[in-house]
C-alpha cells in the first residue's frame, strides 16, 4: 500500500483552510480595511464640524459668566472647551493617520510584519481607537491586532518605547489641562467677547504650572435669594457702642427745715429693662 499523504502547506485564500477562514471573515486581507479608513476619515471630519459649533457656543456662555462675576464657574466651563480642543486635535491626527494607512494598505498587506515606518502609524491607530468615539476606529483595530497579532496590540496598547504619538497620547489623556491654559482661555474669551476681567486669588508664579485648585467660593455672593448681603456686612472701623454705666450717685443736703431728700436715679440695663430706684433719706436736726 501507498504510504499516506502528507497534506502540504496551503497559501491564504486556498485550500480548506483557506476556504473556511474566508468563509468566516477572518483573512488576513488588509485591502478590505480601505472602506473603513474612508468612513473613518468621513466621521472624523463631521465629528470635528460639530465639536467647533460646540465650542464657539461654550465660548459664550463663558464670556456670559466672567461679565456676570461668576469667574469660578467659568474656570470649570473653560476647562471642558480646553478638553474638547485637545480632542479636536488627536482627531485631526488620526485622521491623517488613516489617511497613510489607506494610501499604503498594498504595502502593509505584502508584508507579515508592520513596516518599520508604518510601526507609529499602526500602534497609535490600535492605541487610541478605544479613547475615541468613532466606531470606524475600532474595526480598523480588530483588523490590525488579527493582522499583526496579539503580542503587538499589547506592546501598542502599553505604550512600548513610547512607540505611539506622543501628541495623540498627550491629548486624550485624563490629565486635566494647567492653571495657565485655563486662566489664558480665560483671558481670551474675555477680549474676544469685550468682557473687562482681571484673574483672582491666583499666585501666577506658583500656582499656574499644575491643575487648577478646587473653588473657595469667593465669587459666590452671601445671601443670593433674598439679596440681603448687606446684612452680613460690617463697614470697617465702626464699633458697637457699649451699654450706659449704671450710675449710683446720691444727692443730698442741708436745709433750714432740717429736711432733706435724695434724686431718684434711673438707670437702663442692657437688656432694655428700665429700672428705678428712689431712696429718701429725712435727717432731723435737733
Not at 476606529?137 to 506592546?155: D, N, P, S, V
Not at 458697637?240 to 449710683?248: L, M, T
Request: with cysteine; hydrophobic share 35%.
Amino acid at each position: 500500500p501507498l504510504p499516506p499523504r502528507v497534506p502540504g502547506p496551503h497559501r491564504a485564500g486556498r485550500g480548506p483552510h483557506g476556504t473556511m477562514l474566508k468563509t468566516l471573515g477572518l483573512e488576513q486581507d488588509l485591502t478590505r480595511m480601505r472602506p473603513h479608513l474612508t468612513m473613518a476619515t468621513q466621521r472624523i471630519t463631521i465629528a470635528t464640524n460639530k465639536k467647533r459649533a460646540l465650542i464657539q457656543q461654550a465660548k459664550r456662555e463663558v464670556a456670559r459668566q466672567l461679565a456676570d462675576g461668576r469667574e469660578e464657574m467659568a474656570r470649570i466651563r473653560v476647562e471642558h472647551i480646553i478638553r474638547e480642543d485637545f480632542t479636536l486635535e488627536a482627531l485631526e491626527l488620526l485622521s491623517l493617520m488613516c489617511a497613510l494607512l489607506s494610501e499604503r494598505i498594498r504595502y502593509m498587506d505584502s508584508e507579515k510584519l508592520c513596516p518599520p515606518d508604518l510601526r507609529e502609524a499602526v500602534s497609535t491607530v490600535i492605541w487610541a481607537a478605544q479613547r475615541t468615539e468613532v466606531p470606524e476606529l475600532q474595526e480598523i483595530r480588530k483588523r490590525l491586532i488579527r493582522k499583526y497579532g496579539r503580542h503587538f496590540a499589547e506592546a501598542a496598547m502599553a505604550n512600548q518605547d513610547n512607540v505611539v504619538n506622543d501628541r495623540v497620547v498627550h491629548k486624550l489623556s485624563v490629565t486635566p489641562p494647567s492653571a495657565f491654559l485655563v486662566v489664558n482661555y480665560l483671558k481670551e474669551i474675555a477680549k474676544e467677547h469685550n468682557v473687562a476681567w482681571e484673574p483672582t486669588e491666583l499666585d501666577l508664579d506658583a500656582e499656574l504650572s499644575g491643575p487648577m485648585s478646587a473653588p473657595t467660593g469667593f465669587s459666590v455672593p452671601m445671601a443670593p435669594g433674598s439679596q440681603l448681603s448687606s446684612v452680613y456686612q460690617r463697614e470697617a472701623g465702626v464699633e458697637e457702642a457699649p451699654p450706659p454705666a449704671y450710675d449710683d450717685t446720691r444727692g443730698g443736703g442741708g436745709g433750714g427745715n432740717g429736711c432733706s431728700s435724695s434724686a431718684t436715679t434711673t438707670t437702663t440695663t442692657s437688656t432694655g429693662i428700665t429700672a428705678a430706684a428712689a431712696t429718701t433719706t429725712t435727717t432731723i436736726r435737733r
